[in-house]
């Protein structure tokens, strides 16, 4: 990969349009890092920020259901990491939308988007976490998931998005693992422990799953975005991936996948798995998912009641601001 | 390490002061107003939750201490189970700890006592709250109308709290000496933040110097039930 230094512009940039797409298409032909300042296609533009918004939409709609349960944390030590684990999702959250605004889309523009129902986050949110083993699998299942969706970013074309992946991933893969470690706690801890292991991985398997997104031939996006080289690897390739790495760590953890049709496939090289129900896929992304609502009003809310808060920052900067300009 | 008879009971009572806060600031987690606050109460709590988990160490084991002790048996300050009410309650509640915070653990670190070396880091961590409690003062006072009268009514409401961290604990002899430097310190924020200092006192019959007893103010309970509940359905359980 030729690495491109922050800031740089591709130098067609005064050209005529026909020449700006030429050098872009052949910046990302070249596999180099098309930058803010660079022109892009308005399309290109589009789809970035359309994902971008998406991923950090959905970092902070996640906080919700592992928040569920930081004052119910069964000791001080899982109570730290988790705690941590979700300033971090705020963080990423963070990156995410100023990823977003170095393409010309404000926070507040895409926040009210996401209010308003026009803008989506990751499906996977909007089921509930009813026990504490939920916090355990969705560090292990969900994080692991994206974490497997996300590395693949970190090449994107597109720099700022990408460098902030790197940073993002390598905090996703403490989160996997810390989760992970949680199973195995309480899947080797008592049997009322285990069973609550067990359960909380056979509600959230497939709802990890369906995390990649539809098969390849329905999904919408995906062509184009392959071709930009925003995504690197269908959502097929990315879900077996993701299924390979999962079924030796289920083994290690002593718990069960709740697929019957799950096996090694020895002339594929990869393991086979059962049909997936995308009726409640496209469900749960339609508004139907049980948690939908409930997480949009929360975010709603909790905008809307800080209101006050941001209006008097924003009052006492300008009030400042102008008593340091008259006295200059 | 396990501390002396003496220091125990003001690890007790130093220690439960940052559990429980660091429990209601976690309670905020995805309801912040702003995202860059999601991430500072996230800090502020987490920083607190790791100077709880020392303190209780050198009192026994951490983990039985927060989650299998009754309501009585908790030695915090009144102050601090205060629930977070509006974002105006939950600032005045971090000025008005993290200043009496600073000054103590400054104090504590500077002699040669059991906590001077926790104190010494800690003293880093509370110079942050303290100054983070003091930019939303400014922020809230010196606002809006609205801000600046939920900002008030949030000082005036916990202002009878703030008699009790001064009160004399064993092993804590450095704890009354701080009171003059606080009431000096919030007093200046407050005024800079175009706010009112309270008249009112800051002990009444009930609520100053009661926590450290044992007597608790009615949320705690609910509060302690929420964190506890868990761990105690599962008795003997590793997590």
């Not at chain 1, 009210?112 to 909007?126: E, P």
């Not at chain 2, 084991?61 to 915090?76: G, P, S, V």
């Amino acid at each position: 990969m030729t690495a491109v230094t922050e800031g740089q512009t591709h130098p067609a940039k005064e050209g005529s349009a026909p020449d700006q797409q030429t050098v872009f298409d052949a910046a990302v032909a070249a596999d180099e890092r098309i930058e803010p300042r660079d022109w892009m296609p308005d399309a290109y533009r589009a789809s970035l920020v359309r994902q971008i918004a998406q991923h950090a939409h959905s970092e902070i709609i996640g906080m919700q259901p592992e928040a569920n349960w930081i004052t119910r944390a069964p000791s001080l030590r899982r109570k730290a990491i988790l705690m941590a684990k979700v300033q971090d999702e705020a963080g990423h959250g963070l990156y995410l939308y100023s990823a977003a605004e170095t393409l010309g889309t404000s926070r507040e523009e895409l926040l009210d988007k996401l209010h308003a129902g026009r803008q989506k986050y990751s499906s996977i949110f909007n089921y509930p976490t009813l026990t504490w083993a939920d916090v355990g699998a969705i560090g292990w299942l969900v994080d692991g998931a994206a974490i497997t969706n996300q590395v693949p970013i970190c090449r994107c074309s597109y720099g700022p998005y990408a460098r902030a992946m790197v940073r993002i991933c390598k905090e996703e893969s403490f989160h996997q693992r810390q989760g992970f470690e949680s199973l195995l706690a309480l899947s080797q801890g008592t049997p009322e422990q285990h069973a609550m292991a067990q359960d909380a991985v056979n509600r959230w398997w497939w709802p990890s799953l369906m995390m990649f997104g539809p098969p390849d031939d329905e999904s919408s996006h995906s062509a184009q975005s392959m071709q930009w080289k925003i995504k690197r690897h269908s959502n097929d390739e990315l879900r077996q991936r993701f299924v390979d790495i999962a079924v030796p760590q289920a083994k290690a953890l002593g718990l069960t996948l709740p697929d019957p049709d799950l096996r090694w496939n020895e002339e594929r090289g990869h393991h086979d798995f059962g049909a997936i129900d995308w009726a409640e896929f496209w469900d749960v992304l339609k508004g139907n998912g049980p948690c939908n609502d409930q997480r949009i009003t929360q975010r709603r809310r909790a905008h809307e009641e800080g209101a006050w808060v941001r209006d008097a920052a924003a009052a006492y900067a300008s009030k400042h601001r102008k008593t340091k300009g008259e006295a200059a | 390490m396990t501390a002396t008879s003496v220091a125990r009971t003001a690890a007790l009572a130093l220690g439960d002061d940052a559990l429980v806060l660091s429990h209601r600031l976690g309670e905020w987690a995805g309801h912040a107003p702003v995202l860059e606050e999601e991430v500072a109460l996230a800090n502020i709590a987490l920083d607190l939750l790791g100077q709880a988990r020392i303190l209780l160490s050198l009192v026994g084991d951490e983990d039985e201490l927060a989650y299998l002790r009754e309501e009585r048996a908790f030695r915090n300050l009144q102050l601090v189970e205060q629930p977070n009410g509006d974002f105006a309650h939950t600032i005045a509640r971090q000025l008005f700890f993290s200043t009496y915070q600073h000054l103590l653990y400054g104090r504590l670190a500077a002699g040669d006592g059991e906590f001077a070396p926790l104190a010494a880091k800690a003293v880093k961590e509370t110079e942050y709250h303290r100054d983070h409690a003091e930019q939303w003062t400014l922020r809230l006072g010196d606002g809006t109308e609205e801000s600046h009268a939920r900002m008030q009514r949030a000082v005036d409401t916990l202002w009878r709290f703030t008699g009790e961290p001064f009160q004399p604990v064993e092993g804590l002899a450095e704890a009354p000496l701080v009171e003059e430097e606080w009431l000096a310190s919030v007093t200046t924020v407050l005024e800079r933040a175009t706010l009112t200092v309270p008249e009112g006192p800051r002990t009444g019959a009930w609520a100053a110097g009661a926590g450290r007893q044992g007597l608790h103010t009615e949320p705690f309970g609910r509060m302690i039930a929420e964190m506890q509940h868990l761990h105690r359905s599962h008795p003997g359980a590793t997590w």
